[in-house]
């Protein structure tokens, strides 16, 4: 009975590892063959290389990028705002200021648009 129990034991493992096989086998032919690697091992840096240039070169330098303000008055922070506000003010006394300006306010105006309205159309920036 023990003889008779061992070896349907054994049947039954030797049907697991079987199925096992077939399972990595079916895993390794759905893989795509690369193929050729001549191409990628000449494109790629030696090991070695890589170690030394290490050693040798500086670490990059980090180029850090301003971040533009917001456009939009809502989405700004509340010292942006006041930056903001500072600097239309001091337009605004500067353009009051302004000889011309005091002359003939509307023709002031009219000649500023106009020449806005030219480089808009010229694509220059303000």
């Known amino acids: 009975m023990k003889l008779r129990k061992e070896r349907w034991l054994q049947k039954i493992e030797s049907v697991k590892l079987a199925k096992q096989k077939q399972k990595a086998e079916a895993k390794r032919k759905a893989t795509p063959v690369v193929g050729d690697m001549q191409p990628l091992m000449e494109a790629?840096?030696?090991?070695?290389?890589?170690?030394?240039?290490?050693?040798?070169?500086?670490?990059?330098?980090?180029?850090?990028?301003?971040?533009?303000?917001?456009?939009?008055f809502c989405l700004m922070k509340q010292a942006q705002k006041h930056r903001l506000l500072e600097k239309e003010v001091a337009r605004f006394h500067e353009v009051i200021a302004n000889p011309t300006y005091k002359a003939n306010p509307?023709?002031?105006?009219?000649?500023?648009?106009?020449?806005?309205?030219?480089?808009?159309?010229?694509?220059k920036p303000f």
């Not at 890589?50 to 980090?62: C, W, Y």
């Not at 509307?106 to 694509?123: D, F, V």
């Open 106 to 123: 509307l023709m002031a105006i009219s000649e500023h648009l106009s020449k806005r309205l030219r480089q808009e159309e010229e694509g």
């Open 44 to 72: 790629l840096p030696e090991l070695s290389d890589l170690t030394a240039g290490v050693r040798d070169r500086k670490p990059p330098k980090r180029h850090v990028k301003a971040k533009s303000e917001p456009v939009d």
